[in-house]
């Protein structure tokens, strides 16, 4: 038996959300992947471990690839930087699953590379991954 004003026995009743502060500030994130920084005055740390390679050079390579994309993140973006990010991302995720990068993907991104030698040349762990890419398509 519910008593007049008594709603609990409506289901899916919405709930009223308390008043907002004018002031009060909300985050909502709905997925994440890397490093995120949220707020005045943070800085981010990231730790990332290489999954399971099948080899000695495509693991080097996913080391190479992880540390070369922290230092990528925390430069200007732009076309050039999205588009790399973007494969050294797909290269990373194929070498976790797969244990490997195929030879199409390591040579798309030895041609990017070699399109980034600013990019390769300002970050310290441009040498290596360039290094690591040339090894594996044997160039």
């Known amino acids: 038996m519910t008593m007049p004003g008594d709603d609990s026995a409506a289901p899916h009743a919405p ?12 985050v909502h994130i709905s997925g994440v992947t890397g490093s995120v920084s949220v707020g005045d005055h943070n800085t ?8 399971a390679a099948d080899d000695e050079a495509h693991r080097q390579l996913l080391e190479s690839i992880v540390e070369f994309r922290a230092g990528l ?13 973007a494969e050294l991302a797909d290269a990373e995720e ?4 797969e244990g490997r990068a195929t030879p199409g993907r390591l040579a798309r991104l ?12 300002l970050l310290a ?7 690591r890419v040339r090894e594996l398509v044997g160039m």
């Open 94 to 97: 194929e070498i976790r699953t």
């Open 73 to 85: 993140a925390q430069l200007v973006r732009d076309d050039q930087t999205r588009t790399l990010d």
């Open 44 to 51: 981010v740390h990231s730790v990332y471990r290489a999954g």
């Open 110 to 121: 030895g041609e990017l590379l070699t399109g980034a030698t600013a990019l390769t040349g």
């Open 125 to 131: 762990s441009g040498q290596g991954l360039v290094e």
């Open 15 to 26: 709930r009223p959300h308390p008043p907002r502060e004018t002031a009060e500030r909300s």
